[in-house]
C-alpha cells in the first residue's frame, strides 16, 4: 500500500468523522478510506499531491521550502528599508513598533519598526502577493479568485526583556469578517533563517479542525502590543511544532489554525513577509453578538480615528483595503 494510502488510514482513525470517509475491504481487512471529495480543505489539481492534501487536512498548514527566491527577497527587504527611512509615503501604510519602545523617541530605522501592515500600495512590497509560484499554491485552498485581504511584513525585534516581542497564540479568523474559513489561507514567507532562537512561528498541529475560540489581550505582565490577542483557553497539553525555516521557504496555513510566535532572543531583527488571501467568492459577516464583536470594536475605532471617519463597518475597512490579484472580483 503506498504511504498516501498509509496516512489515509492514520487520517481517518485520527479524525473520527464517520460522514467524510468510506469503508473499503481490502484483503479481508476493513478499511476506511478518504474519497476525494471529502478533503474539504483544499481543492484536487495538478498542483498538490495527495500526500499534502492529506497533510493540509490533518495538520492545517503545509510547509514549501525555497518558493521565493533569494533575489524577489532582496528587493522586499530593500522596499522595506526604504520604508524605514522615509523615503517614500505610501497609502495606507501602517508602521508599527513594539509596545515597549511605542512611546520612546522616534528613530527613522527600521531598529523602531516591529510590523508593516497594508502594504498593498507598494508596487515592490505587493509584488509578493502576486508572485506566480504563490498564487498557484493559494488557489489550491480559495479557488481561482482570489483577493489579497491583508499584508504584512513582519520585523521581530530583539526582546527588551519585557517578552513583548512574542504574539500571543491565537487564530488569525479572529480578525477576519468574512467566511467560509476553508477558503482563506495565509502565506508567510521567511526573509531569513528563523528558529526558536529568534521567535518562529509555532503552531498547533490539527487545531485547525475546531471552531473559532473567544479571543482577548494575554495577561502579560511586560505589556502586550495593540490588537495582539490571544485564544483565551487552548489545550496547553496539545503537541506544538516550531517551524524552523530557511530563507524563502513559505508556509500556508487555515485561519483556524492555532500558532503565534516565540520571543526574539537574538540581536538582530527576524523578518517575514505574509498575505492573507481569501476567495472573491466569500461573503461578509456581521460579527455583533459573536466572538469577533471585540476586535471589529477596536478595530473601527482606529479606522475612524486614523480616517476621521464614524460611519465605517468592520466589513469595510476590509473591503476597502482587499485587492484582487487573480480570476474576477466578485464578492468581497
Ligand atoms: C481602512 C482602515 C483600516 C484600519 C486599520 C485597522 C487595522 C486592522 C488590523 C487587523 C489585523 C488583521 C491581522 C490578521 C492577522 C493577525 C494579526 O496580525 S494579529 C495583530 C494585529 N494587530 C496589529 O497588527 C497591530 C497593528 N498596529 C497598529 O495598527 C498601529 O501600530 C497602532 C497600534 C494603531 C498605532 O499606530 P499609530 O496610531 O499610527 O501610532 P502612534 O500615533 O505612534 O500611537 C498612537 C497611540 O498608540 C500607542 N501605541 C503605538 N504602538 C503601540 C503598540 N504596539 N501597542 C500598544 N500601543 C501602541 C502609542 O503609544 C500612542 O498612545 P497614546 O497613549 O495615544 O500616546
Ligand atoms: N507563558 C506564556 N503564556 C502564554 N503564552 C506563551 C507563554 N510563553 C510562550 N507563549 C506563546 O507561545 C508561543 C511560542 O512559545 P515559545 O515557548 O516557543 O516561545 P518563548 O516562550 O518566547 O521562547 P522559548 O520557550 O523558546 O524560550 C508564542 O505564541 C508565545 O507568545
Ligand atoms: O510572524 C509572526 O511572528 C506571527 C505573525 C502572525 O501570526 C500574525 O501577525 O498573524
Ligand atoms: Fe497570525
Ligand atoms: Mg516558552
Redesign the pocket.
Known amino acids: 500500500m503506498s504511504r498516501a494510502a498509509d496516512r489515509l488510514k492514520v487520517v481517518v482513525n485520527h479524525l473520527d468523522r464517520p460522514s467524510s470517509f468510506v469503508q473499503a475491504s481490502t484483503s479481508g481487512q476493513n478499511v476506511a478510506y478518504y474519497q476525494p471529495q471529502a478533503l474539504r480543505y483544499s481543492f484536487d489539481n495538478d498542483l498538490l499531491s495527495t500526500e499534502q492534501r492529506i497533510s493540509y487536512e490533518e495538520d492545517g498548514f503545509l510547509l514549501i521550502k525555497g518558493l521565493v527566491s533569494g533575489e524577489d527577497i532582496d528587493r522586499f527587504r530593500a522596499a522595506f528599508e526604504r520604508i524605514c527611512r522615509r523615503e517614500v509615503q505610501v497609502p495606507g501604510l501602517v508602521v508599527m513598533r513594539d509596545v515597549s519602545i511605542a512611546k520612546s523617541e522616534f528613530v527613522p530605522d527600521q531598529k523602531a519598526i516591529s510590523?508593516l501592515q497594508d502594504f498593498q500600495e507598494e508596487p515592490e512590497l505587493f509584488r509578493y502577493c502576486s508572485l506566480p509560484q504563490i498564487l498557484n499554491y493559494v488557489e489550491c485552498f480559495t479557488g481561482p479568485n482570489i483577493m489579497a485581504m491583508h499584508t504584512?511584513l513582519?520585523n521581530?525585534p530583539p526582546d527588551t526583556g519585557n517578552k513583548t516581542s512574542r504574539?500571543p497564540m491565537?487564530q488569525?479568523l479572529h480578525?477576519f469578517p468574512f467566511r467560509p474559513a476553508d477558503r482563506i489561507v495565509?502565506s508567510?514567507t521567511a526573509m531569513e533563517k528563523v528558529n526558536r532562537q529568534n521567535?518562529c512561528?509555532v503552531v498547533l498541529p490539527g487545531s485547525h479542525h475546531g471552531t473559532l475560540k473567544e479571543h482577548d489581550y494575554p495577561e502579560w505582565e511586560g505589556g502586550v502590543n495593540k490588537m495582539y490577542h490571544g485564544v483565551r483557553d487552548h489545550d496547553p497539553n496539545h503537541p506544538r511544532v516550531h517551524l524552523e525555516m530557511e530563507k524563502g521557504d513559505t508556509v500556508f496555513f487555515h485561519p483556524l489554525l492555532i500558532?503565534?510566535?516565540g520571543k526574539n532572543q537574538t540581536q538582530g531583527f527576524?523578518k517575514?513577509i505574509?498575505c492573507h488571501y481569501a476567495s472573491a467568492d466569500c461573503y461578509y459577516i456581521d460579527v455583533r453578538g459573536t466572538t469577533q464583536e471585540n476586535i471589529g470594536q477596536e478595530v473601527k475605532e482606529i479606522a475612524a480615528r486614523k480616517y476621521a471617519v464614524d460611519d465605517v463597518t468592520f466589513e469595510d475597512t476590509w473591503a476597502v483595503r482587499g485587492r484582487l490579484v487573480q480570476g474576477e472580483r466578485t464578492n468581497l
Open positions: 510590523k504584512m513582519i521581530k504574539h491565537h488569525d480578525y495565509c508567510w521567535g512561528l500558532h503565534g510566535s527576524r517575514a505574509s
